[in-house]
């Protein structure tokens, strides 16, 4: 059993394709096959049924996803350790997260553990479920809301422990005398459309744009109105370069997001995102 094959193991598991596990650990799908061959070879057991959809984890699969898990992690805590490096915390984060809110999450965490390298990664939403599923992020930070992850009406891998750290107060704002009637929104999938289409319906008017900061900036120039939230807009909204106009929105959080069965290696990440709360 080696650690090569453990980590290709948990791509084929959370891919569900050797091909597209192949892309995940930059591997040729024929070198992903024989190592996942190898390790089912050294443990005299099927980690997977090769099925026309691909491939699924046998109950021995299953029970193997955990201790991989673990024999890496403890890995790269040795490796760590032995060559004097921090510790380190990695941390994906939507972009319009990662340059607003972020900041100050690492502060408090460099506060409390000078001695704790933190790895921050803009991602998308997608890609920051996936990492911290299979073990490649520690934790991440996404706009959800409701009991469970994926709330907001995404998808989520199942059994991801969450800690709601802030509310995102939103607002819809057009430029002072801009009309209400096109609407400046983010493309379909991404939390602040799936907010828009569920407040103001999905019919109308609509001009997608790539980011937040790109929505903004046309809102400010009178091109459209646009559901942003509060701290990308307030200073904005306090000189008057955009006006704020009513309609009822869903409660909306700064989450973070990480697996259960690692919550030893972001339990100080979690202080420093609860602001000493916890």
Known sequence: ME?????????????GTVTDAAIAVDLA????????????????????DRTPEGMRLTAAGRRMTPWARRLLDQAEEARREVTGHPPLVRLGALETLAATLVPGIVGR?????????????????REILTGVDAGSLDAGLILDSGPAVGGLGFDAPARLAFLDVEDVPLAF?????????????????CSFRMVADQVLGAAGERTELA???????????GLGAALLPE?????????????RHPVETPDIALRLVW???????????????????M
Request: hydrophobic share 45%; proline share 5%.
């Open 109 to 125: 965490l460099a506060a409390r553990r000078p001695d704790l390298g933190v790895e921050v990664a803009p991602l998308n939403r």
């Open 29 to 48: 799908p024929s070198s992903v096959s024989e190592q996942v061959r190898a390790l089912e070879r050294s443990l005299g057991v099927a980690l997977f």
């Open 3 to 15: 650690f090569r094959q453990l980590r290709t193991f948990l791509a084929v598991a959370a891919e």
């Open 259 to 277: 697996r259960a069965d690692r919550e030893g290696s972001v339990r100080e990440l979690l202080y420093a995102a609860a602001g000493g709360r």
């Open 211 to 221: 980011s937040v900061t790109v929505i903004h900036g046309w809102a400010r120039r």
């Open 173 to 189: 704002v057009t430029a002072p005398g801009a009309a209400r009637d096109r609407l400046l929104v983010t493309p379909p999938g």
């Open 231 to 243: 701290f990308a807009v307030a200073e904005d909204l306090d000189s008057g370069a955009l006006v």
